[in-house]
């Protein structure tokens, strides 16, 4: 029996929950309800899609600026048109773009400081 078979979910704490929702709503397209909101695998055109869980040093400075002990990771479908949008709505890049064998990365703050990593898995 394999008794994990994926991410089920990321649940963050806000210091104002309807800014933080209309944040994501706004500028990364997150479709919300009510409750949050549901991402399905089988809307993803890449056949190759997944997900990951990984881990890093207490002193890993990979989640920086943010002080956050965790950094959300979101599966964009056309990272370089996403950027063009978020600077169009004044959000700031936290670092360089880049694109390596792994997919195409990069990375803002949301409105508590939260690092979000964007990515835009290879084909």
């Not at 394999?2 to 944040?23: A, E, T």
């Not at 997944?50 to 990771?73: A, C, G, H, T, W």
Request: charged residues 25%; contains cysteine; aromatic residues 14%.
């Amino acid at each position: 029996m394999k008794r994990v078979i994926g991410i089920g979910g990321i649940f963050l704490k806000c210091s104002d929950v309807d800014r933080s929702r209309n944040w994501y709503a706004t500028h990364l397209g997150v479709s919300l309800e009510s409750w949050g909101a549901q991402f399905n695998f089988q809307d993803d055109p890449n056949p190759e899609a997944y997900s990951v869980l990984s881990f890093f040093k207490s002193d890993s400075e990979y989640f920086l600026p943010s002080r956050s002990p965790f950094m959300i990771n979101l599966r964009v479908h056309d990272l370089d048109a996403l950027i063009v949008e978020l600077k169009k709505e004044g959000v700031e890049l936290a670092g360089d773009p880049i694109a390596e064998e792994f997919g195409k990365f990069a990375w803002v703050l949301d409105p508590d400081g939260n690092k979000i990593e964007l990515w835009e898995q290879p084909r």
